[in-house]
């Protein structure tokens, strides 16, 4: 087996007390977690789980209180900027909201040549590999010379995703990249997370809420509540048969496009937080 291209260790992230908030709050409680070359591992759980806050430490956008991060054998926990920035070659980030995330002042050949130019790459290559970025992600070529508000958002996150591939990097963290999505688009954009990585080899830390998102495209699925992570697993086995009763409680959550099992799905989950309650009450 090959040596994790990601490998976190025991990770610690605190911000200090702020406002109302008296104590110092702990986002990460030591985590771990290790992505190989070319394997999507998809990091599932509610908003305020701290799936997110990871995903920032790992680009180095938040801070480590504790614990390591080391990429291709390097610690990286605690990077200068100078050091950070020559690392963007090999991590990029999609992030959520493809509204949001590109400059809508800029064309779509400015927006993917910026990255190409902050590297070095001349305007002649930067031109060509420009083309073949919007060839990888399905759009033509006359894209480049449009503005992000005359696209859809599936369009727009395409875009995203050719400025994450500019570099040709070795790991991309997408955070929630298809939740702003509908649902026929969102199964296109993960179909072309797939393809990208068949064809490059790419890895994915890939950040999302959505169990059935996780099932679709990733190789295992690490589960994290309340800053910890509760269980780890295969893409089929966390899915099809959760073992901890948060990750049982975020399945039967999950909506199906079947009445009767979502009914089941949710007399089920009833029952589960019931019986929850009981154990805490007799444990009082």
Known sequence: MSAPLLEVKDLVVEYPAKGFRKEPFRALK????????????????????GKTTLGRAALGLA????GTIHYDGREISHL????RRALSSEMQVVFQDPYSSLNPSMTIEQILTEPLTAAGVGSKEAKTRVRDLLDQVGLPADARDRLPREFSGG????VAIARALALQP??????????????STQA?????????????????????????????????????FR????????????????????????FMASPVPDPDKQETRRVERRALLDSEAAEGAAAA
Not at 31 to 47: F, N, Y
Not at 63 to 66: A, I, K, L, M, W
Not at 227 to 250: N, S, W
């Open 227 to 250: 800053g910890e992570i509760v269980e780890t697993g295969d893409g089929d086995q966390v899915t099809a048969r959760p073992a901890h009763p948060y990750t049982q409680r975020l």
């Open 155 to 158: 369009q727009r996150q395409r």
């Open 80 to 83: 200068k900027r100078a050091e």
């Open 30 to 49: 030591g985590v771990s977690l290790d992505i190989l070359p070319g394997e999507t591992v998809g990091l599932v759980g509610e908003s305020g789980s």
């Open 188 to 224: 296109r954009v993960l179909d072309l997370f797939i393809e990208i990585q068949e064809r490059t080899g790419v890895a994915y830390l890939f950040i999302t809420h959505d169990l059935a998102v996780v099932r679709h495209i990733s190789h295992r699925v690490a589960v994290m």
């Open 63 to 66: 801070p480590v209180s504790g």
């Open 170 to 183: 070795r790991l991309i963290v997408c955070d929630e990249p298809v939740s702003a999505l509908d649902l």
